[in-house]
Each structure stands twice: as structure tokens, then as C-alpha cells.
């Protein structure tokens, strides 16, 4: 197969405004995708939320759903409905489409940063849950717009823009 071909210039990175738009989309998705894998879950297991190894199982169930959804679509050129409507795509430093390996560790960089937020706030500091949307904030700062997980996993987070025969009269 012969590779793609770099892009003669870059694509522009997406503003923290596009981000911000693209988490609470991609959320109200997300929201149905994790109730129906959860439902079913609970409904093969018979979880009823009580603590034990049933419910780590179900919370790892649920980051295994979100990890194989998020991994599909940043992979090989893939984007998920949100990402398409806001001509969004994650692309490597290169400009090319990251593989599954590099996509996985991307999303394993932005569930880790929140939630060693969260357990530093629980366990050592209430100041620490200050950190959570640090990846979001660290976009802002950074010299490039991209946010700390994808500084972490070489990604990038960029606009595209769509092709004139399906662009819109007033794009």
C-alpha cells in the first residue's frame, strides 16, 4: 500500500472554543453508546450498582467502550459523527492519521490526566481538583493549540476543511 502523501500545509489547529464544542457533542453521543453498552452490561450480570469486584468490572467495562470508541474513530482517518459536523480530525505531528496504537494511547492520556486530578483531590489535596480540565486549559497556553494529551501522545487536533462538493452555500 503507498503511504499518503504529506499535506503541502498544514491544517490549523482547532481553537479551544472547537474543542469545548466537540466534548459536549461528542458527549450527547456518547451518552447514548455508554447507556445501551452499560444497559446491557447490567442486564447479562444482573449489576445493580452494589460495590464489589461486579461493580469494577462494570467500570472497566464502560472505560473499554469508551476506549474502543474513541480509538475507531481517531484511527486511520476516521471521524465520528461530532468531528465530522465541526471538521474535526486527529492527525500525528506528520499530518497523517494516527494508527489504533497511537489513538488508544491518546485517549489513555486524556482519561489519566482527569482522573489522577481527581484521586490526587480525593487523596492528598481538595486544591488538586483544580487539575481536571487541565488538558482543556493547557490548549489555551500552549503555543500550538494543542492540549497536553495529544502533546503526550504526538497528536493533534486540527480543522479540516470539507471539500467544496459537500460544503454548505453559507460556509
Given at each position: 500500500?503507498?503511504?499518503?502523501?504529506?499535506?503541502?500545509h498544514?491544517?490549523?489547529?482547532?481553537?479551544?472554543?472547537?474543542?469545548?464544542?466537540?466534548?459536549?457533542?461528542?458527549?450527547?453521543?456518547?451518552?447514548?453508546?455508554?447507556?445501551?453498552?452499560?444497559?446491557a452490561?447490567?442486564?447479562?450480570?444482573?449489576?445493580?450498582?452494589?460495590?464489589?469486584?461486579?461493580?469494577?468490572?462494570?467500570?472497566?467495562?464502560?472505560?473499554?467502550?469508551?476506549?474502543?470508541?474513541?480509538?475507531?474513530?481517531?484511527?486511520?482517518?476516521?471521524?465520528?459523527?461530532?468531528?465530522?459536523?465541526?471538521?474535526?480530525?486527529?492527525?500525528?505531528?506528520?499530518?497523517?492519521?494516527?494508527?489504533?496504537?497511537?489513538?488508544?494511547?491518546?485517549?489513555?492520556?486524556?482519561?489519566?490526566?482527569?482522573?489522577?486530578?481527581?484521586?490526587?483531590?480525593?487523596?492528598?489535596?481538595?486544591?488538586?481538583?483544580?487539575?481536571?480540565?487541565?488538558?482543556?486549559?493547557?490548549?489555551?497556553?500552549?503555543?500550538?493549540?494543542?492540549?497536553?494529551?495529544?502533546?503526550?501522545?504526538g497528536?493533534?487536533?486540527?480543522?479540516?476543511?470539507?471539500?467544496?462538493?459537500?460544503?454548505?452555500?453559507?460556509?
Open positions: 500500500m503507498k503511504p499518503a502523501a504529506l499535506p503541502s498544514p491544517s490549523p489547529a482547532a481553537s479551544p472554543w472547537r474543542r469545548l464544542m466537540g466534548i459536549t457533542y461528542e458527549s450527547i453521543i456518547l451518552f447514548g453508546v455508554i447507556w445501551f453498552a452499560d444497559y452490561f447490567s442486564a447479562l450480570t444482573q449489576f445493580k450498582g452494589e460495590p464489589g469486584p461486579l461493580r469494577h468490572a462494570f467500570q472497566a467495562f464502560t472505560v473499554l467502550v469508551l476506549g474502543s470508541y474513541f480509538s475507531f474513530f481517531w484511527s486511520d482517518g476516521r471521524v465520528s459523527l461530532p468531528m465530522k459536523t465541526l471538521s474535526l480530525a486527529v492527525q500525528t505531528r506528520e499530518g497523517r492519521p494516527p494508527g489504533p496504537l497511537r489513538a488508544a494511547l491518546r485517549f489513555g492520556a486524556a482519561l489519566a490526566l482527569p482522573v489522577a486530578a481527581l484521586a490526587g483531590g480525593h487523596l492528598l489535596s481538595g486544591w488538586l481538583y483544580l487539575l481536571v480540565p487541565i488538558s482543556w486549559v493547557w490548549c489555551m497556553l500552549d503555543r500550538d493549540a494543542q492540549a497536553l494529551h495529544d502533546r503526550i501522545a497528536t493533534r487536533l486540527v480543522n479540516q476543511t470539507p471539500p467544496d462538493r459537500i460544503r454548505s452555500v453559507d460556509v
